[in-house]
């Protein structure tokens, strides 16, 4: 069975500072990995992925993540945080299950606060 | 030219009422979800639909009833709707290539509110 691990459920920085969100993940085969965003009263909006490429993805609004297998990580950062960053941040894994489907598991969210 | 779009926004109605969610996906995907975002922010899947056909059920109670008319439609029905009910539902479309899925595309969520 996979499972997620959001570390934080709740992070503050200020405007101008670097964001880190910690994500941990268990898999059992070989797992696709995202990062969503949902602001207040929002739908949920993707921000990156990784699907087996490059370890180090880039998503947008200047995000990235790296996947470290050894870690079994997937932490998103953003070297300067906007204002307009302030949201919920899900950590989502995706992978076979035994039964021969596809499942989807998410993270239980980081509240993400940004001071001016 | 939203991708994925689901009707109504918001839907506030007594307990022992029948309602239904409607989505529908332009992107094509052959995937479709129904997510519940429950008042801590978890999101939970309840059913997926792969080209009309459900392939995930979760423990959802049967008063919960998905209906896919045709890969593009995925809509939701609650019979006899209790106050535990409230929540925010999503519908989600995806597309799972032999190159690893695309991600998964959310509509903009429906708040049902059970009172």
């Known amino acids: 069975a996979q499972s997620v691990t959001q570390l934080d459920s709740h992070v503050s920085v200020s405007e101008g500072t670097p964001v880190l969100l910690r994500c941990n993940y268990s898999s059992s085969y070989s797992p696709s990995l995202f990062w969503y965003v949902q602001h207040p009263n929002k739908g949920l909006q993707l921000l990156l992925k990784?699907?087996?490429?490059?370890?180090l993805v880039k998503g947008i609004n200047g995000f990235e993540a790296e996947f470290k297998k050894s870690e079994t990580s997937f932490h998103l950062t953003k070297p300067s945080a906007h204002m307009s960053d302030a949201a919920e941040y899900f950590c989502v894994v995706s992978d076979w299950e035994d039964t021969g489907r596809r499942a989807l598991t998410f993270g239980s969210g980081t509240r993400l606060q940004v001071q001016p | 030219d939203t991708a994925v779009s689901q009707t109504p926004k918001y839907l506030v109605t007594q307990m022992g009422n029948d309602k239904s969610i409607k989505c529908e996906q332009n992107l094509g995907h052959d995937t479709m979800y129904w997510y519940k975002q429950d008042s801590k922010k978890f999101l939970k899947i309840m059913f997926s639909y792969n080209n009309k056909e459900l392939i995930i059920n979760e423990t959802v109670p049967n008063r919960f009833s998905p209906k896919s008319p045709d890969k593009a439609h995925l809509n939701l029905h609650i019979n006899s709707l209790e106050l535990g009910d409230s929540a925010v539902y999503f519908c989600?479309?995806?597309?799972?290539?032999?190159?690893?899925?695309?991600?998964?595309?959310f509509g903009s969520g429906t708040r049902l509110t059970v009172v």
């Open positions: 989600a479309s995806s597309q799972i290539r032999t190159t690893g899925e695309d991600g998964y595309t």
């Open positions: 990784y699907t087996s490429a490059a370890t």
